[in-house]
């Protein structure tokens, strides 16, 4: 459980004690106590078994995977996996993989529906890259209409683990996730994913150069 459900729920049960000493009306008691019990299910945090083959990607977020595209950025060609995150999603967010963070930022911006395309840009979201000894994968953490708050625990330097939990977005939301263009997919548009433990990819040998226990080294 994320400890914000049991602030949620605090604060709705102490609202529904408050109307009942004032009003003696059980019926009032009702809707507060719905939402509070929505809250502690909601902030729900189960333990999922983490993949350990070499070279899985995992998916950082529960929810379904609403597109799967091959994009051209400043370092090069990636694949882009979006995952959308409805309200009755988990939503803590692991690590896809084991490195290095070297970027972690926020971004401010605008609500928008997150199924749309131009959320990816024009809304607010995080920013986290990581180094994996020899290639990056980045997630971003977007906000949508219902999702107000992006939660990341990260910084520059900080080492993760793949299916490690980093953060969480409030309300249902979406995350994209770029990958090395080199990596065989294992899911597909429509597919449903879990948090830490659904692999999104796996890693080839993407470089011939690279000896075994290096790649093994670093997933």
Known sequence: MVRDGYFYALGLAA?????????????????????????????????????????????????VVTAVEQIETTGGSRLRLSIF????????????????????????????????????????????????GGYEVSLKQIAGLLARRIVFHLKPGDRVERGQRIGLIKFGSRVDVLLPVEAELKVAKGSRVRGGATVLAELPEFNKNASQTAVEAVV
């Open 85 to 132: 995150l409805s309200v009755f999603s988990v939503h803590v967010n692991r690590s896809p993989v084991s490195g290095t963070v070297k970027v972690a930022e926020l971004h401010k911006g605008k609500f928008l529906n997150a199924m749309k395309a131009e959320s990816a840009v024009n809304n607010e979201q995080s920013l986290i890259v990581i180094e994996a």
């Open 15 to 63: 609202v529904a004690v408050v109307l009942y000493l004032l009003t003696h009306w059980y019926v009032l008691l009702a809707l507060p106590l719905v939402l509070a019990l929505f809250f502690l299910w909601f902030f729900r945090d189960p333990e999922r078994r983490i993949p350990s083959r070499a070279g899985a990607i995992v998916s950082p977020a529960d929810g």
